[in-house]
Structures are given as structure tokens and as C-alpha cells.
């Protein structure tokens, strides 16, 4: 489903290390990549040497792509057929991570390379420097369709952000809604639609961008901001709306504004993936935050692997397979969930993250 002046692909073949594993055990890992699947709760393991691991997308195929930490570095990595591979990143790259997977097997994220982070491709045992808009030097790309387009941002001058389209090997600069001094798209569709939001006022809005035109999706009522951070191919759009100060999942469908709800109990949510059949994934705030599926008018607790205390899934594929990470009781240590903010940004991975340091803002405008 899902350059620079010269524009340009500069592409790079790199080796792809596979490790023949089926994944750490629960006891080695603080915060697990995991996946649900028919019932089931699947630790997927990490790279050698890691301890954490997060789960970002999954395509129809079952490849799930990600990142794994391991003290150090985060190393972009991908799940398939029961392997754990190292995807590798541009050369004189020190970090990567893969945030989307497109039924093709093309991945993309970012690497960091020096001062610089650069939106990555990773395809056919390629891996490619997607380019950024002209003044750039940090880009990200968080979401990849079938057809290959690509979306994300770039930061440019002054760290302005703009929703950024890399497509048929040029970069595009989507813009945002009026007024807005930044922008960011976090996923696209097969029809190229894209989602996102834009920054208007102090207020964040979801945007779409569709047939070169810019929309502001809306909220629901009484929010204080929203976001968009997934769509599929008949266009129904998932994420977060900011209602009293806390996020609730929300959807836009046939031009409403949908309170998806929450479980039992809790006192945020958000949605951060949908799959064509419309079953919706993201997390239900309950103390500590509990992966959650919205499918059929039903909200169901996904759960995490043994032992956990706290899981989110961020992406679903059309078999109804989701992904995203569970974490485990630990001693005190730097948290990869937040150091990979700074690497991939705000949008899209880790984004519930985010959304918990978001809980309990007040004081915006209504959009």
C-alpha cells in the first residue's frame, strides 16, 4: 500500500546482513518489537547485541520494518519469514531506521550521516538517498505506497519543516494549510492521497493533500488540535484529535469526523494505522497505555507480550497482522522511544510517544 536541486537518486548497494534468529527473548529485551497476528502476541526479536526494538509498519506480504537499538546506535531492521535483518544505511551513516514497507519490499526511514539525516530508501538490496528540498540537510520519509511514492518532510533554513513527496525520482514540496508555518505528512495511500498535518497559529490541524489541492480534515468537537497519521485506499484517515487536553482517536470518513473511543477506563487514545477492511490500530491510555484495535464498532485490547507493562501498536496490514512494541519493567536507563524522536522526528514513529507527552495540554485555540 504505501533529487535535491539536481534531482537526482543517488543510489548506494549495500550488503544486507541477515541474521538467521527468530528473535530475543523476552527476558533480553526492555521495550520488544512485537506483532499481533491470529490471536496471538509474537515477540519479534531484535538485531545481535540489542535490547530494544520497535515494530513501525507491516506490509501485506508480513515484512515488518522498524529499528533495534542496541546502547549505541539504532539500526534499521526488518522482520521476514521468521529472520531478523539489518538493513543497513547510507554510507557513513552511524544511525538508520525504517518507518514504512510497501507490498513491494520498498522500506523508508532515514540515516544519519555527520550533522546531516537524510530520508532513505531501502530496495531490491539498495539503499537509496531520496534528496530532500533545496536548502535541506535533515529529511525524513515516514510513509512508502505501492506505486512507490514516498512522503515525509524536510526542515529547511532556519528549521522550518515541509511536507516533503518524493516521487518518480523528484522531491515535492507539498506545503501545508494556509497560514501554516510548518507542515509534516506521515503516510499515503495507493491513490497518492497523504496525511499529515500542518501548523497554523500555534494550533496543529490534520491535513490531507490530494489532486494538488490542501485540506484541513477537522476535528472533533471542541478539540484543540489534530493529527492525521494514517489512510488507506478508499481514503478513510486515522490519528489523534485533542479533546480537553487529551488525545482521542478519531477518524475522517466520507467527509465526518469519528470519535473512535477507547477502552474501558482509559483516559486517552490514539489511532496510528487502518488497513482496507477499516480495522484501525493504535493505543488506549489505562494507566499505561495498551495496544488497541477499533474494528467492527468494537474496541479490542490487543494486549502485550508476557510480562509487559505497556504496549502501542502503530501499523496493520490488510491480513489483519499489526505491529508496534511492548515495554518491560526495567532499571533507570536512557529511553531509545525518545532518542529516536530526534532521529525520526515527531511524525510517525514512536508517535505515541508523543502523544503521552502531549497528555494533559491545555490553553490552544478550539480548531
Known amino acids: 500500500m504505501s ?15 541477515v541474521v538467521g534468529a527468530t528473535g530475543s527473548a523476552c527476558a533480553q529485551c526492555v521495550e520488544c518489537a512485537t506483532e499481533w497476528s491470529g490471536g496471538s502476541v509474537i515477540n519479534l526479536g531484535a538485531l545481535p547485541g540489542s535490547t530494544y526494538s520497535f515494530a513501525t509498519g507491516i506490509n501485506d506480504g508480513g515484512r515488518a520494518v522498524g529499528y533495534s537499538f542496541d546502547g549505541n546506535a539504532f539500526h534499521a531492521t526488518e522482520w521476514s519469514g521468521g529472520n531478523i535483518i539489518n538493513l543497513g544505511g547510507l ?24 550533522g546531516a539525516i537524510h530520508a532513505t530508501e531501502w530496495s531490491g538490496g539498495s539503499v537509496i538517498n531520496l534528496g530532500a528540498l533545496p536548502g ?16 515525509g518532510y524536510s526542515v529547511v533554513g532556519g528549521g522550518v519543516e515541509y511536507a516533503t513527496e518524493w516521487s518518480g525520482g523528484n522531491v515535492i514540496k507539498l506545503g501545508g494549510l494556509p497560514g501554516s508555518t510548518y507542515s509534516f505528512a506521515t503516510g ?13 497559529g500555534g494550533v496543529e ?28 485506499d478508499a481514503g478513510q484517515t486515522v490519528g489523534v484529535s485533542g479533546v480537553g487536553g487529551v488525545g482521542a482517536a478519531t477518524e475522517w470518513s466520507g467527509g465526518g469526523v469519528i470519535n473512535l473511543g477507547a477502552l474501558p477506563g482509559s483516559t486517552s487514545s490514539a489511532a496510528t494505522g487502518i488497513n482496507d477492511a477499516g480495522q484501525t490500530v493504535g493505543y488506549s491510555g489505562v494507566g499505561s497505555d ?26 496493520i496490514n490488510d491480513a489483519g497482522q499489526a505491529v508496534g512494541y511492548s515495554i518491560f519493567p526495567s532499571p533507570p536507563a536512557p529511553e531509545p522511544s525518545t532518542w529516536a524522536m530526534m532521529l525520526l522526528g515527531f511524525a510517525g514513529l514512536g508517535y505515541a510517544g508523543y502523544w503521552r507527552a502531549r497528555k494533559g495540554k491545555t490553553g490552544q485555540a478550539t480548531v
Open 205 to 232: 490541524y490534520a491535513t490531507e493533500w490530494s489532486g494538488g489541492s490542501v485540506i484541513n480534515l477537522g476535528a472533533l468537537p471542541g478539540s484543540t488540535y489534530s493529527f492525521a497519521l494514517g489512510i488507506n
Open 188 to 200: 499515503i495511500n495507493d491513490a497518492g492521497q497523504a496525511v499529515g498535518y500542518s501548523f497554523v
Open 136 to 151: 535541506s540537510t535533515v529529511s525524513f520519509a515516514m510513509g512508502i505506497n505501492d506505486a512507490g511514492q514516498a512522503v
Open 3 to 17: 533529487l535535491c536541486n539536481s534531482s537526482r537518486l543517488a543510489v548506494f548497494a549495500v550488503s544486507l546482513l
Open 290 to 315: 495498551d495496544a488497541t484495535e477499533w474494528s467492527g464498532g468494537n474496541v479490542i485490547n490487543l494486549g502485550g507480550l508476557p510480562g509487559s507493562f505497556f504496549s502501542d501498536a502503530l501499523g
Open 91 to 114: 554510507p557513513g551513516s552511524t544511525v538508520s531506521a525504517a518507518a514504512g514497507i510497501n507490498d513491494a519490499g520498498q522500506a523508508v526511514g532515514d540515516s544519519g550521516v555527520g
